[in-house]
């Protein structure tokens, strides 16, 4: 399909302001709830995670249990990298009196003087439900495999409420320092098994890349994600593995060089992008996510996926002189 550089310039259209009060109608949205089972924000305002980003942080805790919690604007509302039919603001609910930590081999968190946690994220999650639940009524809050589903309304903004674990990977310290670890979420699936991600470090490895590329990368993703769905229009077959998440990491793999030849026509980049992506596949299997830590591709299945998507791409988009 053939597309205009006003065609291409609307897809690249970042969200708007108004989508930047949305998602700390988000983080108010989830204190308020847990104000219910005795969280305080102790009269702290909603933070700024990172600047150029829409993510926005608050810590609570609970009055007489210690417990803290940290609520993290996450995802691609956070990265500025959604479009208008991602209506869902993501939001972390962080455990952070309790935490998984990794160690190098041989070690055991006896070094570190840490001891057994208390709290598990089960029990989060079943205080967040609660607290939601008793907050809006029991319509328009749903209990998901990995989040709580709140349902917007006139007063209430769509929003995917993850209960995490703080994740900290100490593998890389050899002085036994508390302080020195990656940080990370690991998420507890209802249905089981266990899943680690690193959103903070995604939100500033992306800004990151969007300096580094003349403000090309995001925009490119944004690009990336309508045309995707035009081609659902169209009558591709689009893999269920294909995911927002995946393509902006995806997109992150690409050299600079291919975002930066061209000065001003987006409609040329974009063409760039794709057809790097398109004669790298024989490096696909050490891509990264946007985060730099883990591997995008997860087995070879999701990575043909990728493959696959990228060729069809590449045969569907065209640029109109």
Known sequence: MKYTENQISKMASSIS?????????????VRDAMKKLNY???????????AESYSYALDLRQQFTGK???LLVQGSYANKTNIPTESDVDVAVILESTFI?????????????????????????????????????????????????VVGNTYRV??????AYRYRDYSKDYN?????????????????????????????????????TKY??????????????????????????????????????????????????????????????????????SYKEVNGIKRLFPDNTTQIDYQNFITDLHNYYEYDI
């Open 40 to 50: 305080t924000d102790d009269g702290k305002d909603i933070r700024s995670y990172v």
């Open 101 to 149: 930590p990794q160690y190098r081999t041989g070690i055991v968190e006896s070094k570190y003087g840490f001891t057994d946690g208390t709290f598990s994220v089960l029990e989060l999650k079943d205080e967040v439900e609660k607290a939601l639940k008793t907050h809006f009524g029991y319509q328009g809050v749903e209990r998901h495999d990995k989040s709580i589903k």
């Open 176 to 212: 036994y320092d508390v302080e020195n670890y990656v940080g990370g979420i690991e998420i507890r699936p209802d249905s089981g098994g266990r899943i680690i991600n690193f959103p903070e470090q995604h939100i500033k490895m992306g800004i990151a890349k969007n300096k580094e």
């Open 216 to 285: 090309n990368f995001k925009k490119c993703v944004r690009i990336i994600k309508n045309m995707r769905e035009d081609m659902e229009d169209s009558g591709y077959k689009i893999s269920s593995k294909i995911s927002s998440f995946g393509l902006e990491s995806l997109l992150w793999n690409v050299d600079i060089a291919a975002y930066t030849r061209y000065s001003s026509v987006l409609k040329y980049t974009f063409d760039e992008v794709i057809s790097f992506l398109k004669s790298d596949f024989s490096n696909y299997s």
């Open 158 to 163: 769509d929003a995917d409420v993850v209960p």
């Open 17 to 29: 302001q108004s989508e930047d009060e949305k998602c700390k109608n988000a983080i108010r949205m």
């Open 68 to 70: 803290k919690i940290t």
